[in-house]
């Protein structure tokens, strides 16, 4: 019996042992570039916001998978919220940043984009999933002011001193 519990404890041991995922470094690597790349990248497109009376007072931003149309970047989808931990690393701007359900969109008003709680004037910024090629990567960006307007921006960022820059971001469309 007591041989039976102690083959019995070892294999449950051994089973929590393998059920525990292993991330390899270059994977947990990865994780940080995405997170330190999202981050440049929102706070390039929130600084595009023209700050100007009754305007944006808040940004809300989410990621979305990329998606092509012919092969040329489109619009990217509605997206999930970004990481709290990341929305935390993004430096202050002229508006700050909130996550992407913090906001919803009303069609009754000229300014669509509203902050939920407050109904404040809002913009809506979405990022696709970042390219990583070493010291350099390719992400893709919308901004959405009202709802029914906005733009889309394709970005090269580059690693410069352990930390992720904006390189140039290149217009890829208009509304």
């Not at 931003?61 to 690393?89: C, H, I, M, Y």
Request: with cysteine; glycine share 8%; net charge positive.
């Amino acid at each position: 019996m007591v041989v039976a519990r102690a083959i019995m404890r070892r294999n449950f041991l051994l089973w929590i042992l393998l059920s525990v995922p292993f991330v390899p470094r270059e994977l947990s690597a990865q994780k940080t570039d995405t997170a330190d790349i999202y981050i440049a990248a929102v706070a390039y497109v929130r600084d595009k916001v023209r700050h100007y009376e009754g305007g944006p007072v808040v940004a809300c931003a989410s990621v979305s998978p990329p998606r092509s149309l012919n092969g040329l970047p489109s619009p990217l989808g509605v997206g999930v919220d970004l990481d709290s931990a990341v929305l935390q690393r993004i430096p202050e701007g002229h508006i700050p940043v909130r996550p992407g359900s913090a906001c919803y969109v009303n069609s009754r008003r000229v300014s669509a984009r509203l902050e939920a709680g407050t109904d404040r004037p809002a913009v809506s910024i979405v990022v696709g999933i970042p390219e990583i090629d070493g010291d350099h990567a390719h992400i893709l960006a919308q901004l959405s002011i009202n709802g029914r307007s906005g733009r889309g921006f394709a970005c090269s960022m580059i690693r410069r001193e352990a930390k992720w820059w904006v390189d140039s971001c290149t217009p890829t469309w208009i509304s």
